[in-house]
Protein backbone atom coordinates (compact mmCIF):
# COMPACT_ATOMS: atom_id res chain seq x y z
CA UNK A 1 0.00 0.00 0.00
CA UNK A 2 1.03 3.63 -0.56
CA UNK A 3 1.97 6.34 2.29
CA UNK A 4 -0.51 9.05 2.43
CA UNK A 5 1.08 12.61 4.22
CA UNK A 6 -1.46 14.10 6.59
CA UNK A 7 0.03 17.28 8.27
CA UNK A 8 -1.07 18.36 11.74
CA UNK A 9 -1.72 20.85 14.56
CA UNK A 10 -0.88 20.47 18.20
CA UNK A 11 -1.48 22.30 21.40
CA UNK A 12 -1.07 21.50 24.74
CA UNK A 13 0.34 23.19 28.09
CA UNK A 14 4.08 22.27 27.98
CA UNK A 15 4.17 23.30 31.57
CA UNK A 16 1.28 20.62 32.52
CA UNK A 17 1.52 18.10 29.81
CA UNK A 18 4.99 15.96 30.52
CA UNK A 19 6.82 13.10 30.45
CA UNK A 20 6.47 12.75 34.54
CA UNK A 21 2.47 14.12 34.01
CA UNK A 22 1.10 13.10 31.20
CA UNK A 23 -2.32 14.60 29.63
CA UNK A 24 -4.68 13.23 27.69
CA UNK A 25 -5.25 13.49 24.38
CA UNK A 26 -8.15 14.72 21.95
CA UNK A 27 -7.77 14.44 18.20
CA UNK A 28 -9.91 16.45 15.66
CA UNK A 29 -11.57 15.59 12.73
CA UNK A 30 -11.60 18.67 10.27
CA UNK A 31 -14.95 19.20 8.27
CA UNK A 32 -15.12 19.47 4.77
CA UNK A 33 -13.37 21.87 3.37
CA UNK A 34 -10.00 20.46 5.44
CA UNK A 35 -7.91 21.11 8.33
CA UNK A 36 -7.72 24.99 8.60
CA UNK A 37 -8.03 27.80 10.90
CA UNK A 38 -11.21 26.64 12.41
CA UNK A 39 -9.49 23.21 13.49
CA UNK A 40 -6.46 24.58 14.74
CA UNK A 41 -8.64 27.44 17.01
CA UNK A 42 -10.69 24.66 18.23
CA UNK A 43 -8.10 22.63 19.48
CA UNK A 44 -6.12 25.44 21.08
CA UNK A 45 -9.34 25.74 22.75
CA UNK A 46 -8.95 21.77 23.78
CA UNK A 47 -5.96 23.02 25.27
CA UNK A 48 -6.82 25.52 27.89
CA UNK A 49 -8.64 22.93 29.15
CA UNK A 50 -5.48 20.98 30.19
CA UNK A 51 -5.56 18.22 26.63
CA UNK A 52 -3.87 17.72 24.01
CA UNK A 53 -5.03 18.78 21.10
CA UNK A 54 -4.18 17.45 17.64
CA UNK A 55 -6.13 18.71 14.72
CA UNK A 56 -5.43 15.63 11.87
CA UNK A 57 -5.18 16.62 8.30
CA UNK A 58 -7.48 13.53 7.12
CA UNK A 59 -7.22 14.25 3.35
CA UNK A 60 -3.53 14.32 3.12
CA UNK A 61 -1.30 17.37 2.16
CA UNK A 62 -1.35 18.36 -1.68
CA UNK A 63 -5.34 17.32 -1.82
CA UNK A 64 -6.66 20.13 -3.54
CA UNK A 65 -8.84 21.94 -1.52
CA UNK A 66 -9.49 25.67 -3.34
CA UNK A 67 -12.84 25.34 -4.11
CA UNK A 68 -16.59 23.84 -3.12
CA UNK A 69 -15.87 21.24 -5.93
CA UNK A 70 -12.77 20.06 -4.34
CA UNK A 71 -14.12 19.49 -0.79
CA UNK A 72 -16.94 17.77 -2.11
CA UNK A 73 -14.86 15.15 -4.16
CA UNK A 74 -11.98 14.95 -0.99
CA UNK A 75 -15.17 14.20 1.41
CA UNK A 76 -17.08 12.07 -0.99
CA UNK A 77 -13.44 9.79 -1.66
CA UNK A 78 -13.63 9.02 1.94
CA UNK A 79 -17.14 8.62 2.81
CA UNK A 80 -17.46 6.10 0.38
CA UNK A 81 -14.42 4.80 1.63
CA UNK A 82 -15.49 3.96 5.34
CA UNK A 83 -11.99 1.91 5.35
CA UNK A 84 -9.85 4.39 3.60
CA UNK A 85 -11.39 7.25 6.15
CA UNK A 86 -10.97 4.83 9.19
CA UNK A 87 -7.27 4.06 8.45
CA UNK A 88 -6.33 7.43 7.99
CA UNK A 89 -8.60 8.49 11.72
CA UNK A 90 -6.90 6.14 12.74
CA UNK A 91 -2.86 6.92 11.97
CA UNK A 92 -3.66 10.46 13.93
CA UNK A 93 -4.50 8.54 16.56
CA UNK A 94 -1.58 6.06 16.42
CA UNK A 95 0.61 9.07 16.52
CA UNK A 96 -0.70 11.15 19.19
CA UNK A 97 -0.27 8.56 21.51
CA UNK A 98 3.61 8.71 20.59
CA UNK A 99 4.25 11.63 22.52
CA UNK A 100 5.74 11.23 26.18
CA UNK A 101 3.77 13.77 26.95
CA UNK A 102 0.24 12.30 26.50
CA UNK A 103 -1.45 9.62 28.02
CA UNK A 104 -2.26 7.15 25.52
CA UNK A 105 -4.51 4.87 27.55
CA UNK A 106 -7.06 8.15 27.53
CA UNK A 107 -7.92 9.52 24.39
CA UNK A 108 -11.15 10.97 22.39
CA UNK A 109 -12.13 12.03 19.12
CA UNK A 110 -13.92 15.21 17.98
CA UNK A 111 -15.47 15.55 14.32
CA UNK A 112 -16.96 18.47 12.81
CA UNK A 113 -19.30 18.18 9.82
CA UNK A 114 -17.25 15.35 7.55
CA UNK A 115 -15.06 14.83 10.35
CA UNK A 116 -18.76 14.18 12.78
CA UNK A 117 -19.37 11.14 9.80
CA UNK A 118 -15.80 9.89 10.72
CA UNK A 119 -16.45 9.38 14.67
CA UNK A 120 -19.93 8.19 13.95
CA UNK A 121 -17.88 5.89 11.82
CA UNK A 122 -15.37 5.49 14.46
CA UNK A 123 -17.50 4.35 17.46
CA UNK A 124 -19.55 2.04 15.38
CA UNK A 125 -16.81 -0.03 14.07
CA UNK A 126 -15.79 -0.46 17.59
CA UNK A 127 -12.47 1.91 17.94
CA UNK A 128 -10.71 1.85 21.17
CA UNK A 129 -10.83 5.26 22.58
CA UNK A 130 -12.47 6.53 25.31
CA UNK A 131 -15.05 8.66 24.05
CA UNK A 132 -16.25 10.14 20.25
CA UNK A 133 -17.82 14.11 20.18
CA UNK A 134 -19.52 14.73 16.87
CA UNK A 135 -21.18 18.42 15.62
CA UNK A 136 -23.16 18.60 12.80
CA UNK A 137 -22.20 14.96 12.30
CA UNK A 138 -23.33 13.50 8.59
CA UNK A 139 -25.39 10.85 9.54
CA UNK A 140 -27.51 10.07 6.57
CA UNK A 141 -27.42 5.78 6.11
CA UNK A 142 -25.47 6.44 2.84
CA UNK A 143 -22.89 8.73 4.37
CA UNK A 144 -21.84 6.71 7.66
CA UNK A 145 -21.40 2.86 8.78
CA UNK A 146 -24.43 0.84 9.32
CA UNK A 147 -23.84 -1.24 13.20
CA UNK A 148 -25.25 -4.94 12.88
CA UNK A 149 -25.41 -6.46 15.86
CA UNK A 150 -24.64 -9.74 14.94
CA UNK A 151 -21.35 -9.45 12.66
CA UNK A 152 -20.13 -5.60 14.07
CA UNK A 153 -17.70 -5.58 17.09
CA UNK A 154 -18.85 -3.87 20.27
CA UNK A 155 -19.25 -0.03 20.41
CA UNK A 156 -16.16 0.83 23.19
CA UNK A 157 -16.61 4.41 22.91
CA UNK A 158 -19.12 6.99 24.67
CA UNK A 159 -20.69 8.86 21.77
CA UNK A 160 -22.17 12.60 22.37
CA UNK A 161 -23.68 13.62 19.13
CA UNK A 162 -24.83 17.40 18.58
CA UNK A 163 -27.30 18.30 15.87
CA UNK A 164 -29.51 21.18 14.82
CA UNK A 165 -33.18 20.02 13.97
CA UNK A 166 -33.06 21.85 10.98
CA UNK A 167 -29.52 19.65 10.03
CA UNK A 168 -30.06 16.09 10.61
CA UNK A 169 -33.22 14.12 9.65
CA UNK A 170 -35.21 13.23 12.52
CA UNK A 171 -35.60 9.59 11.07
CA UNK A 172 -32.44 9.08 10.52
CA UNK A 173 -30.79 10.32 13.95
CA UNK A 174 -33.37 7.74 14.89
CA UNK A 175 -32.18 5.07 13.17
CA UNK A 176 -28.65 5.78 14.33
CA UNK A 177 -30.06 5.95 17.98
CA UNK A 178 -31.40 2.44 17.55
CA UNK A 179 -28.02 1.21 16.26
CA UNK A 180 -26.71 2.25 19.32
CA UNK A 181 -29.38 0.79 21.67
CA UNK A 182 -28.69 -2.45 19.73
CA UNK A 183 -24.87 -2.45 20.28
CA UNK A 184 -25.18 -1.70 23.99
CA UNK A 185 -23.59 1.72 23.49
CA UNK A 186 -23.69 4.67 26.19
CA UNK A 187 -24.59 7.41 23.93
CA UNK A 188 -26.40 11.01 24.05
CA UNK A 189 -27.95 12.47 21.51
CA UNK A 190 -28.66 16.60 21.88
CA UNK A 191 -30.83 18.46 18.95
CA UNK A 192 -30.74 22.17 18.95
CA UNK A 193 -34.00 24.42 17.80
CA UNK A 194 -35.56 27.05 16.21
CA UNK A 195 -33.99 27.22 12.90
CA UNK A 196 -30.38 25.78 14.01
CA UNK A 197 -28.82 24.37 11.07
CA UNK A 198 -25.82 22.72 9.55
CA UNK A 199 -22.38 24.26 10.73
CA UNK A 200 -24.22 26.38 13.88
CA UNK A 201 -20.40 25.71 15.72
CA UNK A 202 -18.92 27.81 12.57
CA UNK A 203 -17.87 31.45 13.81
CA UNK A 204 -17.93 32.49 9.98
CA UNK A 205 -20.88 29.88 8.48
CA UNK A 206 -23.79 32.31 6.95
CA UNK A 207 -25.87 30.60 4.14
CA UNK A 208 -29.30 30.99 5.63
CA UNK A 209 -31.49 28.33 5.36
CA UNK A 210 -28.67 26.28 4.97
CA UNK A 211 -25.49 26.46 7.26
CA UNK A 212 -25.56 29.18 10.26
CA UNK A 213 -23.78 29.84 12.70
CA UNK A 214 -26.07 29.74 16.25
CA UNK A 215 -24.48 31.23 19.25
CA UNK A 216 -26.61 29.67 21.76
CA UNK A 217 -26.39 26.01 19.88
CA UNK A 218 -22.33 26.83 20.07
CA UNK A 219 -22.48 27.62 23.58
CA UNK A 220 -24.38 25.07 24.95
CA UNK A 221 -22.45 22.22 23.11
CA UNK A 222 -19.26 23.45 24.20
CA UNK A 223 -20.47 23.71 27.80
CA UNK A 224 -21.76 20.02 27.06
CA UNK A 225 -18.73 18.46 25.60
CA UNK A 226 -16.29 19.91 28.25
CA UNK A 227 -18.30 18.01 31.01
CA UNK A 228 -18.58 14.81 28.43
CA UNK A 229 -14.70 15.12 27.99
CA UNK A 230 -14.25 15.14 31.81
CA UNK A 231 -16.58 12.48 32.25
CA UNK A 232 -14.01 10.29 29.69
CA UNK A 233 -10.77 11.56 30.44
CA UNK A 234 -10.59 13.22 33.69
CA UNK A 235 -12.73 12.18 36.62
CA UNK A 236 -16.67 11.03 35.95
CA UNK A 237 -19.02 13.68 38.61
CA UNK A 238 -20.91 11.93 41.32
CA UNK A 239 -24.47 12.50 41.33
CA UNK A 240 -25.88 15.56 42.90
CA UNK A 241 -28.12 15.08 45.92
CA UNK A 242 -30.17 17.28 47.73
CA UNK A 243 -29.94 16.59 52.02
CA UNK A 244 -31.18 18.44 54.69
CA UNK A 245 -28.62 21.18 55.18
CA UNK A 246 -28.13 23.93 58.00
CA UNK A 247 -27.07 25.99 55.42
CA UNK A 248 -30.62 26.18 53.77
CA UNK A 249 -33.69 27.51 55.07
CA UNK A 250 -36.51 24.78 54.15
CA UNK A 251 -40.02 24.79 55.25
CA UNK A 252 -43.79 23.53 54.13
CA UNK A 253 -46.26 26.53 53.31
CA UNK A 254 -49.78 26.65 52.40
CA UNK A 255 -51.49 28.42 49.27
CA UNK A 256 -54.47 28.47 47.93
CA UNK A 257 -55.34 27.54 44.27
CA UNK A 258 -57.57 29.84 42.16
CA UNK A 259 -60.36 27.28 42.99
CA UNK A 260 -60.08 27.11 46.77
CA UNK A 261 -57.82 23.82 46.53
CA UNK A 262 -55.31 23.83 49.59
CA UNK A 263 -52.54 22.91 48.72
CA UNK A 264 -49.04 22.58 50.64
CA UNK A 265 -45.38 23.57 49.25
CA UNK A 266 -42.08 23.31 50.03
CA UNK A 267 -40.24 26.25 49.83
CA UNK A 268 -36.11 25.78 50.17
CA UNK A 269 -33.59 28.54 49.48
CA UNK A 270 -30.03 29.76 50.60
CA UNK A 271 -30.95 33.24 52.95
CA UNK A 272 -27.36 34.26 53.05
CA UNK A 273 -27.88 34.94 49.30
CA UNK A 274 -31.31 35.31 48.99
CA UNK A 275 -33.10 37.90 51.12
CA UNK A 276 -34.87 40.86 50.53
CA UNK A 277 -31.97 42.93 49.68
CA UNK A 278 -30.93 40.65 47.41
CA UNK A 279 -33.89 38.49 45.82
CA UNK A 280 -33.07 35.69 44.32
CA UNK A 281 -34.82 33.81 40.81
CA UNK A 282 -37.09 31.66 41.58
CA UNK A 283 -37.60 27.49 39.95
CA UNK A 284 -40.75 25.92 40.78
CA UNK A 285 -40.28 22.12 41.05
CA UNK A 286 -43.66 20.34 39.98
CA UNK A 287 -44.04 16.59 41.07
CA UNK A 288 -44.22 13.21 38.82
CA UNK A 289 -47.71 11.34 39.48
CA UNK A 290 -47.17 10.45 42.99
CA UNK A 291 -47.25 13.53 44.11
CA UNK A 292 -45.30 16.18 46.33
CA UNK A 293 -43.09 14.15 48.28
CA UNK A 294 -39.75 13.68 49.75
CA UNK A 295 -38.26 13.54 45.84
CA UNK A 296 -39.53 16.74 44.96
CA UNK A 297 -37.88 18.44 48.23
CA UNK A 298 -34.80 17.06 47.77
CA UNK A 299 -35.09 18.58 43.55
CA UNK A 300 -36.03 21.75 45.41
CA UNK A 301 -32.76 21.65 47.58
CA UNK A 302 -30.58 20.96 45.20
CA UNK A 303 -31.76 24.17 43.01
CA UNK A 304 -31.53 26.00 46.21
CA UNK A 305 -27.99 24.91 46.33
CA UNK A 306 -27.44 26.27 42.79
CA UNK A 307 -28.10 30.08 44.21
CA UNK A 308 -32.03 30.29 43.84
CA UNK A 309 -35.41 29.98 46.06
CA UNK A 310 -37.35 26.75 45.07
CA UNK A 311 -40.66 25.73 45.40
CA UNK A 312 -41.63 22.34 44.92
CA UNK A 313 -45.67 22.65 43.80
CA UNK A 314 -48.55 20.91 45.61
CA UNK A 315 -50.16 20.17 42.41
CA UNK A 316 -53.08 17.89 43.61
CA UNK A 317 -53.50 19.34 46.77
CA UNK A 318 -53.47 18.77 49.99
CA UNK A 319 -56.73 16.45 50.78
CA UNK A 320 -56.14 14.47 47.48
CA UNK A 321 -55.35 11.23 48.18
CA UNK A 322 -51.84 9.57 47.15
CA UNK A 323 -51.76 6.50 48.76
CA UNK A 324 -50.94 3.88 46.11
CA UNK A 325 -50.88 3.56 42.24
CA UNK A 326 -54.71 3.85 41.96
CA UNK A 327 -54.83 7.16 43.94
CA UNK A 328 -52.05 8.51 41.39
CA UNK A 329 -53.25 7.48 38.41
CA UNK A 330 -56.64 8.64 39.55
CA UNK A 331 -55.19 12.36 39.83
CA UNK A 332 -52.99 12.95 36.97
CA UNK A 333 -55.52 11.84 34.77
CA UNK A 334 -58.12 14.07 36.24
CA UNK A 335 -55.11 16.90 35.54
CA UNK A 336 -54.07 15.83 32.21
CA UNK A 337 -57.89 15.75 31.50
CA UNK A 338 -58.56 19.44 32.31
CA UNK A 339 -55.44 21.64 31.48
CA UNK A 340 -56.95 24.62 32.82
CA UNK A 341 -56.54 23.39 36.14
CA UNK A 342 -53.52 22.10 35.85
CA UNK A 343 -52.03 25.61 34.77
CA UNK A 344 -54.45 26.88 37.51
CA UNK A 345 -52.11 24.90 40.19
CA UNK A 346 -49.00 25.64 38.57
CA UNK A 347 -49.84 29.37 38.84
CA UNK A 348 -50.68 29.39 42.23
CA UNK A 349 -47.46 27.90 43.37
CA UNK A 350 -46.05 30.85 41.05
CA UNK A 351 -48.41 33.33 42.71
CA UNK A 352 -47.62 32.04 45.85
CA UNK A 353 -43.53 32.49 45.65
CA UNK A 354 -43.73 36.11 44.28
CA UNK A 355 -44.95 36.79 47.26
CA UNK A 356 -41.64 36.03 49.24
CA UNK A 357 -39.05 39.14 49.45
CA UNK A 358 -36.48 37.25 49.28
CA UNK A 359 -37.57 36.39 45.43
CA UNK A 360 -37.22 38.30 42.28
CA UNK A 361 -40.71 37.99 40.60
CA UNK A 362 -39.15 38.97 37.10
CA UNK A 363 -36.90 35.58 37.05
CA UNK A 364 -39.15 32.51 37.42
CA UNK A 365 -38.51 29.10 35.68
CA UNK A 366 -39.98 25.69 36.33
CA UNK A 367 -38.99 22.32 36.04
CA UNK A 368 -41.12 18.96 36.29
CA UNK A 369 -40.65 15.26 36.09
CA UNK A 370 -42.89 12.80 34.45
CA UNK A 371 -46.86 14.00 35.02
CA UNK A 372 -44.36 17.34 35.51
CA UNK A 373 -42.55 17.42 32.82
CA UNK A 374 -45.63 17.09 30.24
CA UNK A 375 -47.29 20.16 33.00
CA UNK A 376 -44.22 22.22 32.29
CA UNK A 377 -43.89 21.60 28.38
CA UNK A 378 -47.58 22.08 28.27
CA UNK A 379 -47.19 25.70 30.60
CA UNK A 380 -45.13 27.04 27.22
CA UNK A 381 -47.68 25.90 25.28
CA UNK A 382 -50.67 27.63 26.61
CA UNK A 383 -49.02 30.87 27.38
CA UNK A 384 -47.76 31.09 30.85
CA UNK A 385 -45.34 33.74 31.45
CA UNK A 386 -42.05 32.24 32.77
CA UNK A 387 -38.78 32.66 31.51
CA UNK A 388 -37.84 29.19 30.20
CA UNK A 389 -38.73 25.13 31.70
CA UNK A 390 -36.79 21.86 32.03
CA UNK A 391 -38.69 18.89 31.28
CA UNK A 392 -37.61 15.16 32.98
CA UNK A 393 -38.97 12.30 31.31
CA UNK A 394 -41.53 14.25 30.19
CA UNK A 395 -45.06 12.44 28.78
CA UNK A 396 -45.62 13.96 25.22
CA UNK A 397 -47.73 11.35 23.30
CA UNK A 398 -50.33 13.29 20.98
CA UNK A 399 -52.88 13.06 23.63
CA UNK A 400 -50.74 14.65 26.53
CA UNK A 401 -49.46 17.28 24.97
CA UNK A 402 -51.52 21.05 24.49
CA UNK A 403 -52.36 22.40 21.41
CA UNK A 404 -50.45 25.37 19.83
CA UNK A 405 -52.91 27.30 16.92
CA UNK A 406 -50.47 29.50 15.87
CA UNK A 407 -52.25 31.63 13.95
CA UNK A 408 -54.25 32.88 17.34
CA UNK A 409 -51.45 32.89 19.84
CA UNK A 410 -48.32 34.81 20.57
CA UNK A 411 -44.86 32.85 19.66
CA UNK A 412 -43.27 31.11 22.98
CA UNK A 413 -40.52 33.16 24.56
CA UNK A 414 -40.03 31.05 27.05
CA UNK A 415 -36.82 28.66 26.43
CA UNK A 416 -37.40 24.86 26.89
CA UNK A 417 -35.44 22.45 27.89
CA UNK A 418 -36.54 18.86 27.47
CA UNK A 419 -34.64 15.33 28.57
CA UNK A 420 -35.57 11.62 27.80
CA UNK A 421 -34.43 7.95 28.23
CA UNK A 422 -34.39 6.36 24.94
CA UNK A 423 -35.91 3.55 25.95
CA UNK A 424 -38.81 5.77 27.16
CA UNK A 425 -42.49 4.17 26.39
CA UNK A 426 -43.77 8.10 27.23
CA UNK A 427 -41.55 9.65 24.72
CA UNK A 428 -40.75 7.84 21.36
CA UNK A 429 -38.81 8.80 18.94
CA UNK A 430 -41.93 9.87 16.49
CA UNK A 431 -43.32 11.27 19.86
CA UNK A 432 -39.85 13.70 19.93
CA UNK A 433 -39.71 14.60 16.28
CA UNK A 434 -43.24 15.41 16.37
CA UNK A 435 -42.47 18.05 19.20
CA UNK A 436 -39.79 19.26 17.68
CA UNK A 437 -41.91 20.20 14.47
CA UNK A 438 -44.40 21.75 17.06
CA UNK A 439 -41.83 24.03 19.01
CA UNK A 440 -40.17 25.11 15.22
CA UNK A 441 -43.78 26.13 13.98
CA UNK A 442 -44.38 28.00 17.45
CA UNK A 443 -41.00 30.12 17.21
CA UNK A 444 -39.54 28.71 20.60
CA UNK A 445 -35.87 28.01 21.73
CA UNK A 446 -35.63 24.77 22.62
CA UNK A 447 -33.21 21.69 23.32
CA UNK A 448 -34.15 18.14 24.32
CA UNK A 449 -31.01 15.62 24.92
CA UNK A 450 -31.90 11.54 25.19
CA UNK A 451 -29.72 9.41 26.81
CA UNK A 452 -28.73 5.36 26.36
CA UNK A 453 -28.57 2.83 26.24
CA UNK A 454 -31.67 1.11 27.94
CA UNK A 455 -32.53 4.59 29.92
CA UNK A 456 -35.94 4.15 30.25
CA UNK A 457 -38.97 6.21 31.92
CA UNK A 458 -38.06 7.77 35.39
CA UNK A 459 -34.60 7.32 35.18
CA UNK A 460 -33.22 10.54 37.57
CA UNK A 461 -35.72 9.39 40.27
CA UNK A 462 -32.73 8.12 43.42
CA UNK A 463 -32.95 4.64 44.77
CA UNK A 464 -35.65 3.32 41.90
CA UNK A 465 -34.72 0.40 39.37
CA UNK A 466 -35.45 2.88 36.86
CA UNK A 467 -32.64 5.10 37.93
CA UNK A 468 -29.51 6.13 35.45
CA UNK A 469 -26.68 7.45 37.45
CA UNK A 470 -25.00 8.71 33.86
CA UNK A 471 -28.22 10.12 32.74
CA UNK A 472 -29.07 11.94 35.96
CA UNK A 473 -25.86 13.77 36.11
CA UNK A 474 -25.79 14.77 32.37
CA UNK A 475 -29.24 16.09 32.78
CA UNK A 476 -28.46 17.99 35.89
CA UNK A 477 -25.55 19.61 34.64
CA UNK A 478 -27.06 20.73 31.63
CA UNK A 479 -30.05 22.24 33.82
CA UNK A 480 -27.62 24.29 35.72
CA UNK A 481 -26.06 25.38 32.97
CA UNK A 482 -29.56 26.14 31.57
CA UNK A 483 -30.59 27.95 34.59
CA UNK A 484 -27.76 30.31 34.10
CA UNK A 485 -28.11 31.05 30.78
CA UNK A 486 -32.19 32.15 31.35
CA UNK A 487 -31.99 33.83 34.54
CA UNK A 488 -28.41 35.53 34.16
CA UNK A 489 -27.63 35.68 30.34
CA UNK A 490 -26.26 33.28 27.50
CA UNK A 491 -22.22 33.58 27.99
CA UNK A 492 -20.21 34.58 24.63
CA UNK A 493 -18.94 31.89 22.74
CA UNK A 494 -15.12 30.65 23.35
CA UNK A 495 -12.63 31.68 21.45
CA UNK A 496 -9.03 31.30 21.26
CA UNK A 497 -8.15 33.11 18.25
CA UNK A 498 -5.15 34.93 19.19
CA UNK A 499 -2.01 33.26 18.51
CA UNK A 500 1.68 33.21 17.15
CA UNK A 501 2.38 30.90 14.27
CA UNK A 502 2.77 27.37 15.37
CA UNK A 503 6.80 25.55 15.14
CA UNK A 504 6.74 22.84 12.28
CA UNK A 505 8.18 19.20 13.20
CA UNK A 506 8.50 16.65 11.43
CA UNK A 507 7.65 13.22 12.35
CA UNK A 508 7.07 9.77 11.28
CA UNK A 509 5.33 6.85 13.21
CA UNK A 510 6.25 4.21 10.93
CA UNK A 511 9.60 5.36 8.88
CA UNK A 512 11.80 7.91 8.08
CA UNK A 513 10.74 10.08 5.75
CA UNK A 514 11.14 13.22 3.99
CA UNK A 515 8.53 16.08 4.69
CA UNK A 516 7.20 18.85 2.33
CA UNK A 517 6.91 22.15 3.36
CA UNK A 518 3.67 23.19 5.00
CA UNK A 519 1.67 26.51 5.19
CA UNK A 520 2.93 27.19 8.58
CA UNK A 521 7.04 27.03 7.57
CA UNK A 522 9.17 24.59 6.65
CA UNK A 523 9.34 20.87 6.86
CA UNK A 524 12.19 18.62 8.38
CA UNK A 525 13.95 15.60 7.67
CA UNK A 526 12.99 13.24 10.70
CA UNK A 527 14.45 9.80 11.89
CA UNK A 528 12.92 9.69 15.26
CA UNK A 529 9.88 7.39 16.09
CA UNK A 530 8.65 9.67 18.40
CA UNK A 531 8.98 13.03 19.25
CA UNK A 532 9.96 13.97 23.23
CA UNK A 533 9.23 17.17 25.24
CA UNK A 534 12.97 17.96 25.30
CA UNK A 535 12.76 17.48 21.05
CA UNK A 536 9.55 19.97 20.84
CA UNK A 537 10.08 22.48 24.05
CA UNK A 538 13.19 24.83 22.59
CA UNK A 539 11.80 26.29 19.95
CA UNK A 540 7.87 25.83 20.69
CA UNK A 541 5.66 28.74 20.16
CA UNK A 542 4.01 30.01 23.67
CA UNK A 543 0.95 31.97 24.11
CA UNK A 544 2.07 33.32 27.42
CA UNK A 545 1.98 31.06 29.95
CA UNK A 546 -0.71 28.63 28.09
CA UNK A 547 -0.21 26.69 25.50
CA UNK A 548 2.52 25.17 22.78
CA UNK A 549 1.70 25.35 19.03
CA UNK A 550 3.27 22.61 17.02
CA UNK A 551 2.87 21.79 13.42
CA UNK A 552 3.12 17.97 12.61
CA UNK A 553 3.23 15.64 9.85
CA UNK A 554 1.65 12.29 10.16
CA UNK A 555 1.92 9.13 7.69
CA UNK A 556 -0.91 6.88 6.69
CA UNK A 557 -0.16 3.74 5.28
CA UNK A 558 -3.46 3.26 3.95
Known sequence: MGETHMSGYMAYSESSCTSAQKCPAVVIIHDWTGMDDYEMERARMLGNWGYVALAADIYGTGTPLESMADWGAAASAHRGNSTLYHEKIQAALDHVKTYDFVDSTKVAVVGYCFGGTGIVNLALLGADVAGVVGYHSGISPDSRVLYDPTTSPPVRAKVLLHSGVMDDDATEMEMLAQELESANA???????????????????????????????????????????????????SAPVRGPESASLTAMLKNYTAADGTLSEGYVAYDASMCNASSPCPVVVVVQDWTGMDSYEKERARMVASLGYVAIAADIYGFYTPKA???????????????????????????????????????????????????????????????????????????????????????????????????????????????????????????????YGSDVPHGYTVFDSPSYDERGDVRSWQSTASFL???????????????????????????????????????????????????????????????????????????
Open 186 to 236: TYEIIRYGKDVYHSFTEWNANSPGSSMYDQRADVRSWESTKHFLNEVLMTP
Open 324 to 450: DMNDWRTAATAHRANLTMYMERIQAAIDEAKTYDFVDASKVAAMGYCFGGTGVLNMVLLGLDVAGVVGYHSGISPDSVAEYDGSSMEPITAKVLMHWGVDDNAATGVDVASLEQLLEGAGATYEFAR
Open 484 to 558: QEIFHGLPDASRNNDCPSPTVMGDNSTAATSMSPTSTGMGENSTSASPTTAETSGASALLPGLLTMVSVMLISTA
